[in-house]
């Protein structure tokens, strides 16, 4: 599966934005999808994940801010982030990762940047 990431760009703290993962090239259906983000020298951090039954997950300092949902007719998740803060501002990645086979693809980042 190829994932594209889109969505990403430059807000004010309080403002929103919503990130796109676009997939193709498999049954998107199949995967359970996550994002990420990184920071210049630091480790990639999980974000939020949705299975492919639609469950969700979050780390503590999105919670109640950023929403993961999928659309398998398009064969995209999205990420909608609310009340964004400057330290939310990072390179944001999508995951695909198959439920059979574990198989793991990442998609190219998106940079989102807050401002204060």
């Known amino acids: 599966v190829q994932l594209q990431a889109s969505g990403g760009g430059l807000v004010q703290a309080g403002g929103s934005l919503r990130l796109s993962c676009a997939a193709s090239?498999?049954?998107?259906?199949?995967?359970?999808v996550g994002w990420y983000r990184q920071t210049p020298g630091k480790q990639r951090d999980f974000v939020a994940a949705?299975?492919?039954?639609?469950?969700?997950i979050y780390a503590d300092s999105v919670n109640g801010r950023f929403t993961i949902s999928r659309d398998n007719a398009k064969n995209t998740v999205y990420l909608q982030m609310n009340s964004l803060k400057p330290d939310d501002t990072a390179l944001y990645y999508c995951?695909?990762?198959?439920?059979?086979?574990?198989?793991?693809?990442w998609g190219q980042g998106t940079q989102v940047t807050v401002s204060s």
């Open positions: 090239g498999s049954i998107f259906s199949l995967y359970n």
């Open positions: 949705i299975t492919s039954d639609g469950s969700t």
């Open positions: 995951n695909g990762k198959h439920v059979i086979t574990k198989k793991n693809y």
